[in-house]
T-cell receptor, first 114, second 114 residues
Framework: AQSVTQLGSHVSVSEGALVLLRCNYS??????LFWYVQYPNQGLQLLLK??????LVKGINGFEAEFKKSETSFHLTKPSAHMSDAAEYFCAVSPDTGRRALTFGSGTRLQVQP | SQTIHQWPATLVQPVGSPLSLECTVE??????LYWYRQAAGRGLQLLFYSVGIGQISSEVPQNLSASRPQDRQFILSSKKLLLSDSGFYLC?????????????FGDGTRLSIL
């Protein structure tokens, strides 16, 4: 069975500081991993995805994530936070077959302090 | 390019009234389709998903039902709304093609039950 754990339901950083949002997964098959961002009253937008190949994945808005199989992790980072990064972030893992839904974590709300 | 449309954006309904939310996808064929609900301050709850016309899988037994009358149309319904049905409803689609496909979300419907 697939599962995703996002450590920290709320993360607060100062503008310009490093952003680190943690995601650990469990999967019965080789995983494909995704990060989404959700702004208030909007749908989820795909930030980046890991499918195969390079384990360091770059996404939109300056975010990147690194797939670490040995640690079953896929943490999201951004070197310098911007006020516009304040949002909710969801990590997701692929299903065990192609005809099911992604499994999402419970989300991390990022606050950026001026 | 593919687009997903979800309407209405907001809806206020009395307890006991019926519900119909509609979602359509353009620019692709035979997509997988999903309905999610987000309660206030909570994560994503998968309600239904569909891999084809007339094929609906229910993830959580509840007061809601879903139908897929056409390839790119997904409808969420209820005969009698409960207060607990309040929330943010999101429709999503993914290509039918494997576990490495991301899901793409609509803008959501904010449903308030009075």
């Amino acid at each position: 069975a697939q599962s995703v754990t996002q450590l920290g339901s709320h993360v607060s950083v100062s503008e310009g500081a490093l952003v680190l949002l943690r995601c650990n997964y469990s999967s019965s098959v080789p995983p494909y991993l995704f990060w989404y961002v959700q702004y208030p009253n909007q749908g989820l937008q795909l930030l980046l995805k890991y499918t195969t190949g390079a384990t360091l994945v770059k996404g939109i808005n300056g975010f990147e994530a690194e797939f670490k199989k040995s640690e079953t992790s896929f943490h999201l980072t951004k070197p310098s936070a911007h006020m516009s990064d304040a949002a909710e972030y969801f990590c997701a893992v692929s299903p065990d077959t192609g005809r099911r839904a992604l499994t999402f974590g419970s989300g991390t709300r990022l606050q950026v302090q001026p | 390019s593919q687009t997903i449309h979800q309407w209405p954006a907001t809806l206020v309904q009395p307890v006991g009234s019926p519900l119909s939310l509609e979602c359509t996808v353009e620019g692709t064929s035979n997509p997988n389709l999903y309905w999610y609900r987000q309660a206030a301050g909570r994560g994503l709850q998968l309600l239904f998903y569909s891999v084809g016309i007339g094929q609906i899988s229910s993830e959580v037994p509840q007061n809601l039902s879903a139908s897929r009358p056409q390839d790119r149309q997904f409808i969420l319904s209820s005969k009698k709304l409960l207060l607990s049905d309040s929330g943010f409803y999101l429709c999503a689609w993914s290509p039918d093609g494997g576990r490495n496909q991301p899901q793409h979300f609509g803008d959501g419907t904010r449903l308030s039950i009075l």
